[in-house]
């Protein structure tokens, strides 16, 4: 009886082992940052591995070792451009490149494109119609895909419009931690000031300041104590859901306007 009991298991291994030897190696989707990669996870789902390369846009510390990314061979590479992440196109070995800055024609130095939603949508369907070009048979899918997600950025974008007019209602001076979130404001059309002690001084209204990371804001923990700042943080990673990342912006924001 137990002869028969090992020899079942051995079966079943060994099934389960052969099964697993033939899988077929899934194409790399490599990103430097992680919304590329959300991005693109969202359309391919399960149909690639998906890299992201940077760990956050402010030290680019890589989320591997360097003799790992040398090894990689991505079948489509998504890099910023704008001077952000160039240096990938020399690190990387692939077949395929989309570089968001180009094709959304948004090309400014050390931009981040997708910090602008209206580009963002770009690169949705510009990933959408390289998977089409790799699998024919699942375009409908990805366009599907595509198209779901965009509508989502498109209220993203009405929500961001609604709030750059009551800011400028308002006349709500915004000052910025860092130049790096400039694309947003840039979207939204609203003019941003440099956060320093001068500033504050010199323009008049309410202010508000927009950090891009706690670390930012323990620089400035003098400042906001001394003049009463209203802030919030926005980190430009975005590592969780594009679009929740933007309402969760725009419903602090809405709160420190009341």
Known sequence: MKSKFVFGVLLILGGTLSSCKFLPKKDKIVTSF???????????RTDYDYITVYRDVFSKSLNMEKSK?????????????????DNLKNEISYKDILIASKYSKYE???????????????????????????????????????????????????????LAQEIKKKNVKIFLSSNILLPLFDFMKVKTHN???????????????????????????????????KYI??????????AKAFIAFYKKMEEILK
């Open 34 to 44: 992680y919304p590329y990669t959300f991005a693109a996870k969202y359309l391919g």
């Open 69 to 85: 990314l040398e090894n990689i061979k991505a079948k489509l590479l998504v890099i910023n451009g704008n001077k952000v992440d």
């Open 108 to 162: 400014k130095p050390n931009y981040l494109v997708y910090l602008n939603p209206d580009k963002m949508e770009d690169i949705f369907f510009a990933l959408s119609q390289r998977f089409c070009e790799y699998d024919k048979k699942k375009c409908k899918y990805f366009s599907k895909r595509c198209g779901d997600y965009v509508a989502l950025i498109e209220e993203v974008k009405e929500k961001l419009k609604n």
């Open 195 to 229: 956060l320093n002690k001068e500033n504050i001084e010199k323009l008049k209204g309410k202010k508000i300041i927009i950090f891009a990371s706690n670390k930012e804001k323990r620089r400035y923990e003098n400042l906001l104590k001394r003049y009463n700042l």
């Open 233 to 242: 943080i926005f980190d430009p990673n975005l590592k969780e859901d594009y």
